[in-house]
């Protein structure tokens, strides 16, 4: 009789583990450069196009470019730079107002926020005070260089409004000082009209006690709030657009 085999090992032999560690490792790296690989949508579409009219089909096809998340970031990015720089322009811009206890940059979630006192922005007829007024028109010559919406809003103190006066409540007070600052930047400081909103609340939005003067005087107040939203592309075309309403043609004209 032949000798008898020696009894198999159980388990994969060494090399067979060896080999799919190897596999394994191979698989994650393509894998790797896959993800860093991108797919021109537009050259892919113009290289077809190229073909197909090599072989006699024409076909005319718009084709846009789809966004990436690498494009969405980079855009959120450069927006987000964009507010960071303003916003320390307006901190050197009203410094000496800041320290005086008239003026607040505060940095929110949708943006940030510019608040002015409305007794060291306006006079009584609220038009803008001579002593800030080349300050308000630097504020108003960054906001011209942004693409970004500006939302005013008027604020009161308590104190009714003087019976004999032109504004016959709070309400009408806190709108018309925010439209008087919405006028004075798009006439006076070039910032465009269609990205503003003006809005006025009255004294129900207090930031301090009404029961001092400083409170009270505090509470008097604009806030200039810079968005990171930007006006929506169909209402700018719609503003843009001067051809409005068409005359209907006569058809009954010979």
Not at 41 to 52: N, W
Not at 202 to 211: C, G, I, K, R
Request: some cysteine.
């Amino acid at each position: 009789m032949g000798k008898k085999c020696p009894p198999c090992k159980k388990g994969a032999p060494g090399w067979m583990v060896t080999f799919g560690d190897m596999m394994a490792l191979l698989l994650t790296f393509f894998v790797l450069l896959l993800s860093f690989a991108q797919l021109d949508i537009v050259k892919f579409e113009d290289a077809s196009g190229s073909l197909q009219d090599a072989f006699g089909v024409q076909t005319l096809q718009q084709v846009n470019p789809m966004p990436t998340g690498e494009t969405m970031m980079a855009t959120d990015f450069q927006q987000e730079i964009v507010l960071v720089h303003l916003k320390e322009k307006l901190q050197v811009i009203l410094e000496n107002e800041t320290d005086n206890g008239e003026a607040e940059v505060i940095e929110l979630e949708n943006g940030f926020m510019v608040r002015l006192t409305l007794d060291a922005l306006f006079d009584e007829d609220l038009v803008v005070r001579k002593a800030i007024k080349p300050k308000v028109q630097q504020i108003a010559t960054l906001l011209a260089g942004v693409p970004n919406m500006v939302f005013i809003s008027g604020h009161t103190d308590n104190q009714p409004p003087n019976p004999n006066g032109v504004y016959k409540n709070n309400w009408a007070v806190s709108a018309a000082a925010a439209a008087a600052m919405v006028n004075y930047l798009a006439k006076d400081g070039g910032v465009e009209a269609s990205r503003m909103q003006a809005r006025g609340l009255s004294e129900y939005s207090p930031v301090a006690s009404n029961d001092t003067e400083e409170g009270a005087a505090k509470n008097r107040r604009i806030e200039i709030l810079i968005s990171k939203e930007t006006p929506p592309v169909e209402q700018n075309k719609f503003i843009e657009s001067t051809d409005f309403i068409k005359a209907p043609a006569d058809d009954n004209k010979n």
